[in-house]
């Protein structure tokens, strides 16, 4: 049976309540969530000799939060990755959005999801946020209610569910930012790690990392991970801009995947403390980010900084500017409709 504990971390500029989330089950794994982002802050789980360890990377203050750089954790939307040059059009209509990310526009925009505080509740052994987007609310079109269901249980899985509707046709496209170092937050960097992958194809991508509409096969590149493989040695390799973009920061296909099923993306695993997180989705893709540019972070829960590639993050979501490619699978929301997209984080060892 899972425990949840709250209590008041600290409040915004504005005064507004950040609330502290501890899930903990019968095994003694525990998740801390915050409503500051709807932001998984950290995730305590058992080596192979049963040794705990915060394997989640986060912050100090909940303060350090606001507006970071890594969105370290936290739900971000309403649409995850990039937009090319902020443009899109929805029935007809054409939308300019903030550019934030060199010419593209990225994860909503400056103030997008993650930099909010959402209303937050617990029903019983699960903890449910909400959040109201307005009309126009950083140039996207519609009303949109959102909702963020976090369940732990005791085999240490965390299952977040993202719904949404909407009154008028809008992108939609839900991530979570969390970064993993299975080894421990404050252990360095994930180029050990070894990924396996359910993907064999992935989106060649410009500088701009846009994909130019290609698919690319895997078999035998650096993205190869349809078995484990560390990322360092592709770290710095030509294939697809993987050195342009200082490391991983691509989309995967997922094999097989079929709209609204649950299926397997792939599993993360640290050789040396045993750990592994096994990844589930019900997204066409998965974004895999090294941490290229996690240096000049905010003071970390152990009280030190992160360098690059101290955590490699597994982002669940449609393609980045799906709303533009006719070949990707639809962002767009209608009315009538609900948005339901779900993760899964099952922990585990080898």
């Given amino acids: 049976m899972v425990q949840i504990e709250q209590h008041v971390w600290g409040a915004t500029p504005e005064g507004e309540a950040i609330i502290l989330y501890t899930l903990r089950n019968d095994r003694g794994a525990e998740v801390r969530i915050s409503n500051f982002g709807a932001t998984i802050v950290s995730a305590t789980m ?49 939308y300019q959005l903030e550019i934030n990310n060199g010419q593209n526009h ?89 990924l396996q992958l359910h993907s064999s194809q992935v989106p060649e991508m410009n500088e ?16 190869d991970f349809r078995t484990f493989r560390a990322f360092r040695p592709g770290i710095d390799a030509a294939f697809n801009r993987i050195r342009d973009f200082r490391g991983y920061d691509h989309p995967f296909a997922i094999d097989g995947w079929k709209p609204g099923i649950l299926g397997e993306a792939g599993t993360l695993r640290d050789p040396k403390s045993g750990r592994t997180v096994t990844v589930l989705t019900s997204q066409p893709s998965v974004m ?5 540019w996690l240096a000049g972070s905010p003071e970390t829960k152990s009280g030190g900084r992160y360098e690059d590639h101290a955590g490699v993050a597994i982002e669940c979501q449609n393609f980045p500017d799906a709303v533009n490619r006719p070949e990707f699978p639809s962002p767009l929301l209608h009315p009538g409709e609900t948005y339901c997209q779900k993760i899964v984080f099952r922990f585990g060892t080898c």
């Fill in 106 to 194: 990225l994860h909503g925009g400056t103030k997008n999801f993650a930099n909010r505080v959402w209303e937050s509740r617990v029903e019983t052994n699960r903890v449910v946020m909400t959040l109201l987007s307005e009309d126009g609310d950083q140039g996207y079109p519609g009303e949109l209610t959102v909702e963020a269901v976090f369940d732990f249980d005791d085999d240490n899985a965390l299952e977040l569910t993202y719904r949404a509707r909407t009154d008028r046709t809008t992108v939609v496209n839900l991530t979570n930012h969390v970064y993993f170092n299975l080894a421990g937050e404050a252990s360095g960097d994930i180029l050990d790690h070894e």
């Fill in 46 to 94: 058992p080596d192979r000799e049963g040794r705990m360890a915060d394997v989640v990377l986060g912050y100090a203050r909940p303060e350090s939060y606001f507006h970071d750089g890594p969105a370290a954790g936290k739900s971000v939307g309403r649409c995850a990755n990039r937009i090319a040059l902020g443009r899109m059009t929805i029935d007809g209509k054409a």
């Fill in 288 to 292: 895999i980010y090294t941490g290229n």
């Fill in 208 to 223: 701009y990392q846009i994909p130019t509409g290609r698919m690319l096969d895997v078999e035998g590149t650096p993205q």
